[in-house]
């Protein structure tokens, strides 16, 4: 801030040094031949400035040369006139390990926006380098930097994310893998293969870094290496929620992409014999089944089986059994199965539940209905009393 006042001061300053310089000194010492040589072109053809320098013609030219850059400084006072409300805000143009302030991280984010926008790169690159020191341990600048330079400069982008995860952010995982698909994305898989196992090594139970590693050997056509990082996954998780999860992916990859549907069913089984609990794992074998063609009736009843007679939470089971009526009813052969499905779940959550979804006329008549009962009727007029 106080180097930018000091800006402000010294254009100023200089200015009318200037002015006294030329004052002193020889017109002919002070300006190169060639615009020596124009501001007597531009003399001649200028009797009023003669004429306003008391016919000095000397004075004359030095005042036309004044002129020339009394533009110039007029320009650097405007420039700084327009960054000025920005500087007053740099509280902090050091490094320092305390947080910045959100009214500081704002206000560098701001000027960033409004330089770019005035488009002069020397300027910009020199503000992005001022606000990497202040804002060293803040991710998004060096991603707005990096995006900034992609653009206009892609030479430097990889020297940016190389600064700020092997110094500033070894510990930050965003930046990394953001990194990470852009070495991808421009060509070197080899590189985001390394910076997504390095970041592993200092997070290995990171699961968006575990997942853009597999997907990373997918895009590839390393299907074989694919698989054998999901199961790697699915052996290391830290939870069973995690292993859970690593289950469901490894199960759509399986279906999905390898086309081996049975093995993708026997992923999610072992799944539900670690995580009993976890519904998501039963419609995921359900959606497995259900989409199989022809579909095979008895192997999705005995998915729903399963899981009605596990130990999911009630409203899980309810949303199953209501999804078990809902497949008799479109894929079932047997109208036996569909009555007792039927009457079960009426008699575990009552006749209102099995409905599920009411039709939004219905459900405004029967409000309307209810609303009119409640008004008490008027009483009759005397004569209609009296004719009763």
Same mark, same amino acid.
């Given at each position: 801030k106080m180097g930018f006042v000091c800006v402000?001061?010294? $254009? =100023?300053?200089? /200015?009318? +040094?200037?002015?006294?310089?030329?004052? #002193? @000194?020889?017109?002919?010492? &002070?300006?190169? !031949?060639?615009?020596?040589?124009?501001l007597q072109g531009e003399v001649a053809g200028?009797?009023?400035?003669?004429?306003?320098?008391?016919?000095?013609v000397d004075a004359a030219l030095k005042e036309k040369g004044v002129q020339r850059r009394q533009v110039i400084h007029q320009h650097a006072e405007?420039?700084?006139?327009?960054?000025?409300?920005?500087?007053?805000?740099?509280?902090?143009?050091y490094f320092h390990v305390k947080p910045l302030e959100a009214f500081q991280l704002s206000n560098w984010r701001d000027y960033?926006?409004?330089?770019?926008?005035?488009?002069?790169?020397?300027? $910009? =690159?020199?503000? /992005?380098? +001022?606000?990497?020191?202040?804002?060293? #341990? @803040?991710?998004?600048?060096? &991603?707005?930097? !990096?995006?900034?330079?992609?653009?206009?400069?892609?030479?430097?982008?990889?020297?940016?994310?190389?600064?700020?995860?092997?110094?500033?952010?070894?510990?930050?995982?965003?930046?990394?893998?953001?990194?990470?698909?852009?070495?991808?994305?421009t060509g070197s898989p080899d590189e985001a293969f390394r910076v997504l196992s390095n970041l592993l090594k200092s997070f290995p139970g990171?699961?968006?870094?575990?997942?853009?590693?597999?997907?990373?050997?997918?895009?590839?056509?390393?299907?074989?290496?694919?698989?054998?990082?999901?199961?790697?996954?699915?052996?290391?998780?830290?939870s069973a929620e995690d292993?859970?999860?690593?289950?469901?992916?490894?199960?759509?990859?399986?279906a999905r992409v390898t086309g081996n549907r049975t093995k993708a069913k026997e992923v999610l089984k072992v799944a539900l014999s670690k995580d009993s609990k976890n519904k998501r794992v039963y419609f995921q074998l359900l959606d497995f089944e259900m989409n199989e063609r022809p579909v095979n009736e008895l192997a999705v009843e005995n998915v729903f089986s399963l899981a009605l007679e596990s130990d999911l939470l009630p409203s899980a089971k309810q949303e199953l059994s209501?999804?078990?009526?809902?497949?008799?009813?479109?894929?079932?052969?047997?109208?036996?199965?569909?009555?007792?499905?039927?009457?079960?779940?009426?008699?575990?959550?009552g006749s209102s539940a099995f409905t599920g979804r009411k039709r939004k006329g219905a459900?405004?008549?029967?409000?309307?209905n209810q609303q009119a009962a409640k008004v008490p009727r008027a009483a009759p007029e005397n004569g209609a009393a009296a004719a009763a």
């Amino acid at each position: 801030k106080m180097g930018f006042v000091c800006v402000g001061v010294l $254009i =100023l300053k200089f /200015f009318v +040094r200037f002015r006294e310089f030329v004052r #002193l @000194y020889p017109t002919n010492q &002070i300006f190169s !031949a060639e615009e020596y040589e124009s501001l007597q072109g531009e003399v001649a053809g200028d009797a009023a400035a003669v004429t306003a320098a008391g016919g000095d013609v000397d004075a004359a030219l030095k005042e036309k040369g004044v002129q020339r850059r009394q533009v110039i400084h007029q320009h650097a006072e405007d420039e700084v006139r327009k960054r000025w409300s920005y500087e007053e805000n740099v509280k902090r143009p050091y490094f320092h390990v305390k947080p910045l302030e959100a009214f500081q991280l704002s206000n560098w984010r701001d000027y960033l926006d409004f330089e770019i926008l005035q488009g002069n790169e020397e300027r $910009i =690159l020199v503000l /992005f380098e +001022r606000c990497l020191i202040a804002c060293a #341990l @803040y991710e998004d600048y060096w &991603i707005k930097y !990096a995006n900034y330079l992609e653009s206009r400069r892609p030479e430097k982008v990889k020297d940016v994310y190389r600064r700020a995860c092997t110094i500033h952010l070894r510990h930050k995982p965003n930046i990394h893998l953001t990194w990470a698909l852009y070495e991808e994305a421009t060509g070197s898989p080899d590189e985001a293969f390394r910076v997504l196992s390095n970041l592993l090594k200092s997070f290995p139970g990171l699961i968006a870094g575990r997942l853009q590693l597999i997907n990373l050997e997918r895009r590839r056509g390393n299907k074989d290496k694919a698989a054998s990082l999901y199961e790697k996954a699915i052996e290391s998780a830290d939870s069973a929620e995690d292993c859970t999860f690593f289950s469901i992916q490894y199960a759509t990859f399986l279906a999905r992409v390898t086309g081996n549907r049975t093995k993708a069913k026997e992923v999610l089984k072992v799944a539900l014999s670690k995580d009993s609990k976890n519904k998501r794992v039963y419609f995921q074998l359900l959606d497995f089944e259900m989409n199989e063609r022809p579909v095979n009736e008895l192997a999705v009843e005995n998915v729903f089986s399963l899981a009605l007679e596990s130990d999911l939470l009630p409203s899980a089971k309810q949303e199953l059994s209501q999804r078990h009526i809902i497949f008799l009813q479109q894929h079932g052969s047997d109208p036996v199965t569909l009555r007792k499905a039927t009457l079960d779940h009426k008699e575990q959550y009552g006749s209102s539940a099995f409905t599920g979804r009411k039709r939004k006329g219905a459900t405004t008549a029967a409000a309307a209905n209810q609303q009119a009962a409640k008004v008490p009727r008027a009483a009759p007029e005397n004569g209609a009393a009296a004719a009763a």
